[in-house]
């Protein structure tokens, strides 16, 4: 059985530091894209950021995301990891990991239709 499993958030303070993990079970991420996305109460989920199957990593460019977010993979391809860095103080939001493939080409789509595995989210809260 495929699986995505979130890990990794929780409740930090304004300008706090975060790694999420998102650790694939019954298969490895040579064939899939991996995509972070968040969703603020509310609010439409959006993508954060993603690695290809082939390595190449995509960061959005808003509010900054793109030079605080960074995107990674373990060399067994197992896991993938977001690290947050600078948090602003925000609404809790719901990051969830999703999977795009199987292909060797599988890229990055940028909005969540292609995307057929779907972990169940980690919960980020950035406050004092």
């Known amino acids: 059985q495929l699986q995505l499993v979130e890990s990794g958030g929780g409740l930090v303070q304004p300008g706090g530091s975060l790694r999420l993990s998102c650790t694939v079970l019954?298969?490895?991420?040579?064939?899939?894209?991996i995509a972070w996305f968040r969703q603020a109460p509310g609010k439409e989920r959006e993508v954060v950021s993603c690695i290809s199957a082939g390595g190449e990593t995509t960061t959005i460019d808003v509010d900054s995301v793109k030079d605080r977010f960074t995107i990674s993979r373990d060399r067994a391809k197992t896991t993938v990891y977001l690290h947050l860095e600078a948090l602003p103080p925000a609404d809790p939001a719901v990051y969830s990991c999703?999977?795009?493939?199987?292909?060797?080409?599988?890229?990055?789509?940028?909005?969540?239709?292609?995307?057929?595995?779907w972990g169940q989210g980690t919960q980020v809260t950035v406050s004092s």
């Open positions: 019954g298969f490895t991420l040579d064939y899939y894209a």
């Open positions: 999703a999977a795009d493939g199987p292909s060797p080409s599988s890229s990055c789509p940028l909005h969540p239709a292609p995307y057929t595995l």
